[in-house]
């Protein structure tokens, strides 16, 4: 995995094609540990990310509830719907945002920064 790309790339266009390489393969704990700290703004990068890590935290989930919101790259979406096909999806939403509007003094940046888009996403539709 090139950390670079994925950290600090040229352009997000250069991280959606890092990460893209990986929506379909096992990584490493220390790849893990690399997409953990993107900062990444645009939604298909963290819904890409949270589909690699598969990881049960609200904050991936809230990643993958991203990527199944995602219109036109249908694989991300259907990867993401797959990986949430036994959770209650209200009842997540539920956590999340009592999570981001009750606890916000607790979030990191980039759990801050996830909510904050998929709350966007979910009072758009």
Partial sequence: ???????QP?????RKQELNKYLLKEISEEEK????QCT???????????????????????RILIASKDRYHESLSDIALDLLKYIDIEELIDSICHR??????????????IYYILMGILSAE
């Fill in 100 to 113: 981001f509007l009750v606890e916000q003094e607790t979030l990191t940046p980039i759990e801050d920064k």
């Fill in 40 to 62: 990444a703004e645009d939604f298909e990068s963290i819904g890409i990310i949270g589909c690699i890590l598969k990881e049960d935290s609200l904050e991936n989930k809230a």
């Fill in 10 to 14: 040229n352009s997000e266009f250069e």
């Fill in 1 to 7: 995995m090139n950390k670079k790309a994925i950290l």
């Fill in 33 to 36: 540990q690399i997409l953990r």
